[in-house]
């Protein structure tokens, strides 16, 4: 009979787990078999959100696809606990505190609508209420949910666009597509006092420990992240400089303005910079792509952390860019949104 391996998972905030994975298991069922539930989208070896490092140990890869992990990444042992199965004995690295990882299974709660607000043809809100559920909701700052629409078996993710609260009141920020099955739902049949059932937290992209100095980058309704994340720093004292980038098609899009100029009183040292790709005359504002408007000198006085969230050609295009100016100091976090049954559609 042949034996299983023991394998060690070490997280961010210096925990360490012990799992024992069967021959031919992959490690991420493992994991979840005993209680660790590794961030996980796509179980298929493209969105990378299971990313780890192998430390130790000997392993193979079913797939993965090269934009979730390049052949750099490869030859510096990264891995997909999804794709992962396990030769020997081992030690895997994840770049996320365990926190995230071991409260069981996630949880599915029903909530309410209480608001909808159709903010252009290609961008909505939606509040859900969410204080039937016994406890307070736990999650971190640019992490989402999975949000079942309703009268269907279809479930679509969004990155919560608020930190947690007492009354579990929740926001999310919408793409709205021309046919898609969550935003006919929002144009055509959202009612107030509807039932929502939702499924968080999830994802790995969320705020890390504050150290230097921040640039968050947006795309569309990747601003969602980014005000969950603003709302948790507004209750850090002393956080570093930040600046914020946010792009959108056209002026109709932009969300949440008031709310943004807010965040300039309440922090000291927040720059918000609304960039628009398809301005019209009126616009008074930056105009074109993000990546145009980066401050190469300014971002080289000192290291800094980047958070990029929205479409995949706005996170390629600011990372072409980093490369093009040779930065080097800086750590980079990058959520994509796709189009698919498990992207933030």
Not at 5 to 20: E, M, P, Q, R
Not at 25 to 42: H, K, M, S, T, Y
Not at 161 to 174: E, G, H, K, S, V
Not at 223 to 233: E, K, P, Q, T, V
Request: glycine fraction near 6%; include cysteine.
């Amino acid at each position: 009979m042949e034996m299983g391996h023991s394998v060690a998972l070490n997280f961010a905030d210096g925990k360490t787990f012990f799992i024992s994975v069967n021959q031919d298991e992959l490690l991420l069922d493992a994991a979840v078999r005993q209680g660790i539930n590794l961030p996980l989208d796509c179980r298929e070896g493209v969105c990378g959100t299971c990313q780890g490092k192998c430390e130790t140990g000997i392993y193979a890869q079913d797939y993965v696809d090269e934009d979730a992990l390049s052949e750099r990444d490869l030859a510096e042992r990264k891995m997909l606990a999804c794709q992962t199965r396990v030769k020997s004995d081992a030690a895997f690295y994840f770049d996320h505190n365990s926190s995230i990882c071991n409260a069981g299974e996630t949880l599915k709660i029903a909530t309410t609508v209480t608001a909808v607000e159709l903010v252009s043809e290609t961008t909505a809100i939606l509040h859900l209420d969410a204080s039937s559920f016994s406890s307070q909701l736990q999650f971190l700052a640019g992490q989402y949910a999975r949000l079942q629409i309703p009268d269907t078996d279809d479930w679509r993710s969004y990155s919560f666009a608020n930190r947690p609260n007492a009354t579990n009141q929740l926001q999310f920020l919408i793409r709205l597509l021309p046919d898609g099955v969550m935003s006919n739902y929002l144009r055509e049949r959202c009612q107030i006092g509807q039932t929502l059932l939702i499924e968080a937290p999830l994802g790995s992209f969320y705020l890390r420990e504050v150290e230097r100095p921040l640039v968050f980058i947006a795309g569309g309704t990747g601003l969602s992240a980014f005000l969950g994340m603003l709302d948790n720093l507004v209750e850090q004292p002393n956080t570093p400089p930040i600046q914020l980038y946010y792009g959108v098609n056209s002026e109709s899009d932009l969300c949440e303005q008031q709310r943004l100029h807010h965040y300039t009183e309440q922090f000291s040292n927040f720059s918000y910079h609304p960039i628009v790709t398809k301005a019209s005359d009126e616009w008074q504002g930056k105009a074109g792509y993000i990546h145009e408007h980066l401050n190469k000198a300014q971002l080289a006085e000192q290291a800094f952390d980047m958070y990029l969230c929205g479409p995949p050609p706005m996170i390629e295009a600011v990372k072409s860019w980093l490369d093009e100016q040779s930065l080097q100091d800086y750590r980079l976090y990058s959520e994509k949104f796709l189009q698919s049954n498990t992207a933030r559609t």
